[in-house]
């Protein structure tokens, strides 16, 4: 190894990101190293080779992580970006610790109020912008606290300052030299710190809880909780409050007090009426807090551990209080002190109870003059006016009398059994209740009576009479005559369509023939059933005579036959249809027929007697003659005994026999009028009869001719040839029956039968 | 001696998914719940003990909403995470919480929560299939079926969510 100056420079020539090394003192070290462990190198001066490249390792050895961070670090100083940004990685920390000491203040005031110069030069606006939500609610809570306070003060002055107790304070204030409000808080303000919390703003969680120890309270930890939230409520829900925050709540004699740190909040629940100072002290503890463990509470993350020293701080706060002052003991001063509160108190009481009398007697006086209502028994109980009787219910209403009076309903009771009043008054009241007269009836009380006027139906007149009577005993009489009756017209039409209608009835059953089941009158209209004769007379046509309107009645009538002797009669009138000389007749029960008629009647007449049915009148045929027994009889018999004789083979009479004709002629005649005057009518006929000789046509013929010849002298002689038949007979009819002379004499001849008939 | 660590965690959730009624038997609790109708909060304490260290867990029971915008999110502040409840029987919760945590995300930053699917006790109901929830568990998430009849998955997401908050 050897050594050489240029080796020395070498080494003392600085090498790159190598400065500030003295190379000389180095390398002359390093030889004398190497030469104590090398003797015999002594003797060689600068022995050191140049360019000895073990000589820059082993610098490189000792040095080399020093001479590194030396580079480094050279690097950061002598770039001024870098130096900055290194600075102001630490600059926070260095002031936050530099802030203990006073210095850092001095020193940084003159730059700041500089920069706060030039900033507000440059852009006055935006220190304002900034300043703006700070200041406003700053000032406003800070006016709010002051007139807080002032009014607290200025109401404890007012309360106490004509007292005795206010003026001991006065003498107090005077002796100490503080204000009287200072006094007077100092002694009224009772109140005790119940609890402290110590809330973490930004999570809402416990930091420290202190608490009074009687005070009672939930898990600490869920009420920070809600406080926070419900903090948060109140800022979400008012905007007015953003920046501001709840800080004073009150429930009955608890207070929550709460005082905003930058990472803190301190919430106070307080027992009584704290003095307003007692924010400051809070507020104070608030600070301290924050000062002292201000890191602690910007990282608080939920570990309380560690907040010891805190939870002492809390408990200053819990000692809190302010007991309330024993009583002073002075006995007779604090009666001379009450005697005029006493006074005014009893004045105050006998003009309150002097004017609920007079509002009591004017109620009373009212409710006597109600009618329906006795009062009974009057008292006072509890400072409540008590009143009992009896109420007619249609009597006025007791509690409105008593709105009436202006009494207070609340401080009376009543109790009032019902009962039903007789006086007039009451009376009136319960007829209008209870009959309801119509709009035209009025009902009023008239010498001592309650009298009805108007005019109703009769419906109405009839209750109000049933009313009248049923009214009790010691009632006024009620009475209702002067209502005239509104219905009567009615009634009387309705009356007058009655009677007609009875009369027509009555009429109908008088009638034959008709019998009434049914005769009533419904809905206006009449109805009327029964049986009737088809000979009877039309109830209908009736109706007309009776005036009465037909399209009113309903009638249906059953047809039947009437065993009436008068129906029966025309019943037979009908049937039998009587001959003009018969005449049928009631007599009694029985139906007599009288005069003459032939017998074929007769035998009719006889026929429909007995099939009268049972019940009905006998018909008594005993007078009636036959006409045939009676004188035309007798005449026809006579008429009929005459015969006309004739000659042989003559077609005229034979000689004498002149006079019969004429008798003939007569007799006809006679026969003539006496059956006009019987109503009868008779034919006579003539048969001509021949004799059995010759042939019997001729004999028909002659015989026919000789029948002809006899009317011709009949009507010669006067005999109505209407009244007169002719008729041949030949000789089949003969008188005789055998063939002698004497006989065929006889059958020649013309005979005469005579025929009767009723008149139809 | 080791004071028992806080931490406030909030629970979210669409209208009447079961929140309230969820947590009611496993936690410790003063307030009655007309604070959630009128303050639309109620706050409620469940201690966990995680490794001999007692955790309470500050539980901000959120009133539920299905309109998200009415939340209130300023409750949420200084949460260290939270729990979003849906009701497994109606998807529709399902996606009021998922928008929850959006709201969540998009204020405070990502945040540990559990996402617990309640009423799994009415399984003939149910109505939220399982590939939907093995795509929320893919992209991270924490998901439970619960049921407040059953106590259900309930401690299971508070144990696990203290473990998360911190550490």
Not at chain 1, 54 to 72: A, D, H, M, T
Not at chain 1, 257 to 268: D, I
Not at chain 2, 38 to 49: L, N
Request: net charge negative; with cysteine; proline share 6%.
């Amino acid at each position: 190894m050897s050594t050489s100056p240029d080796i020395l420079e070498g080494l003392l020539r600085p090498s790159a990101g190598d400065t500030g090394i003295d190379r000389k003192t180095l390398a002359g070290l390093l030889l004398e190293i190497a030469q104590n462990l090398q003797p015999e190198l002594r003797g060689q001066q600068n022995g050191v080779r140049p360019g000895d490249v073990r000589l820059e390792q082993l610098r490189r050895l000792l040095l080399g992580r020093e001479i590194e961070v030396l580079s480094r670090l050279s690097d950061v100083m002598e770039d001024p970006e870098r130096l900055a940004a290194a600075v102001g990685r630490v600059l926070p920390t260095a002031i936050a610790q530099a802030t203990s000491d006073a210095r850092l203040g001095h020193v940084l005031a003159p730059a700041m109020e500089k920069a706060t110069e030039s900033s507000i030069r440059s852009d006055p606006h935006k220190l304002v912008d900034i300043l703006y939500p700070l200041i406003v609610p700053a000032i406003r809570k800070s006016i709010g606290e002051t007139i807080d306070a002032t009014f607290q003060s200025l109401n404890q002055s007012l309360k106490y300052s004509l007292t005795w107790r206010g003026l001991k304070w006065r003498w107090e204030a005077w002796r100490t030299g503080s204000s009287f409000a200072e006094v007077v808080l100092k002694h009224t303000l009772v109140y005790q710190v119940e609890h402290v919390f110590l809330i973490h703003r930004h999570t809402g969680l416990l930091i420290a809880h202190v608490a009074a120890e009687n005070a009672a309270s939930q898990d600490p930890q869920l009420v920070s909780s809600m406080l926070v939230a419900i903090q948060d409520f109140v800022k979400d829900s008012f905007s007015g409050a953003e920046h501001q925050g709840l800080d004073a709540l009150r429930l009955g004699e608890l207070r929550l007090w709460s005082e905003q740190g930058p990472f803190a909040t301190l919430v106070a629940v307080i027992r009584g009426d704290p003095p307003e100072e007692l924010h400051d002290t809070l507020r104070s503890a608030l600070s301290r807090i924050h000062a002292e463990r201000h890191q602690a509470l910007e990282s608080f993350d939920g570990d309380s551990s560690g907040f010891a020293d805190v939870e002492a701080q809390l408990s200053e706060c819990v000692t809190l209080g302010q007991k309330a002052p024993p009583r002073v003991s002075l006995r007779w001063l604090v009666t001379l002190i009450w005697l005029l509160p006493l006074l005014l108190f009893a004045g105050a009481l006998g003009a309150r109870w002097w004017q609920d009398q007079r509002l009591w007697e004017g109620y009373l006086e009212r409710l006597q003059a109600e009618p329906g209502i006795v009062i009974t028994e009057l008292g006072k109980r509890n400072g409540k006016f008590l009143i009992a009787g009896l109420r007619d219910p249609l009597a006025a209403d007791p509690r409105l009398v008593l709105r009436q009076a202006e009494m207070d309903p609340n401080r009376v009771v009543m109790s009032f059994v019902p009962y039903q009043a007789l006086d007039p008054q009451s009376v009136l009241r319960r007829l209008n209740a209870t009959l309801d007269p119509p709009p035209g009836v009025t009902l009023a009380i008239e010498g001592g009576g309650i009298v009805a006027q108007g005019s109703a139906p009769r419906s109405w007149l009839e209750r109000a009479r049933a009313v009248a009577q049923a009214l009790p005993a010691g009632a006024p009489a009620f009475d209702p005559s002067g209502v005239r009756n509104a219905d009567e017209a009615d009634e009387q039409r309705r009356d007058a369509d009655e009677r007609r209608w009875q009369d027509y009835v009555a009429r109908l059953r008088a009638q034959p023939g008709i019998v009434i089941t049914q005769a009533e009158e419904r809905d206006g209209k009449y109805l009327l059933a029964g049986l009737r004769d088809p000979l009877a007379v039309d109830p209908l046509a009736l109706l007309h005579e009776a005036g009465i309107d037909p399209a009113l009645v309903v009638a249906r009538f059953e047809p039947y036959q009437g065993l009436d002797p008068e129906f029966v009669l025309k019943r037979l009138l009908a049937t039998l249809a009587p001959p003009p000389g018969v005449t049928l007749a009631v007599e009694g029960a029985r139906i007599v027929v009288q005069g003459s008629a032939s017998s074929p009647w007769l035998e009719r007449a006889r026929v429909a007697g007995r099939m009268l049915p049972a019940g009905a009148p006998a018909l008594d045929l005993s007078a009636v003659r036959d006409i045939n027994d009676g004188e035309i009889g007798k005449l026809r018999d006579v008429i009929q005994a005459h015969s006309i004789r004739f000659d042989n083979n003559a077609a005229l009479p034979a000689k004498g026999q002149d006079p019969i004709l004429d008798q003939l002629a007569g007799e006809l005649n006679e026969l003539t009028t006496l059956s006009g005057s019987l109503h009868m009518i008779t034919r006579v006929t003539l048969t001509g009869h021949s004799d059995d000789k010759g042939q019997g046509t001729s004999n028909l013929s002659l015989s026919l001719a000789r029948a002809e010849a006899v009317r011709a002298l009949l009507k010669k002689r006067g005999v109505d040839p209407d009244l007169l038949q002719v008729r041949g007979a030949g000789p089949l009819e003969p008188a005789e029956a055998d063939s002698s002379e004497a006989a065929r004499s006889a059958n020649r001849r013309v005979s005469f039968t005579v025929g009767i008939e009723e008149q139809q | 001696m080791n004071a028992p660590l806080q931490k406030k965690i909030c629970m979210l959730g669409g209208f009447s998914v079961g929140k309230t009624s969820l947590v009611k038997r496993y936690v410790q609790s003063v307030f009655s719940e007309t604070y959630l109708t009128t303050v639309g909060v109620k706050i409620d304490k469940k201690t966990v003990e995680l490794d001999g260290r007692v955790v309470n867990l500050i539980l901000w029971d959120l009133a539920g909403e299905d309109d998200i915008a009415s939340l209130r999110m300023s409750y949420l502040r200084g949460s260290a995470g939270y729990v979003l409840v849906a009701d497994g029987t109606r998807p529709t919760t399902l996606e009021v919480a998922l928008s929850l945590r959006q709201r969540v995300e998009a204020d405070y930053g990502p945040l540990p929560f559990a996402l617990l699917l309640n009423k799994s006790d009415l399984k003939e109901q149910w109505a939220i299939p399982d590939a939907e929830l093995e795509r929320l568990r893919q992209d991270g998430w924490w998901v439970r079926s619960s049921s407040a009849r059953t106590g259900e998955g309930v401690e299971d997401a508070f144990k696990d969510l203290a473990v998360r908050v911190t550490a």
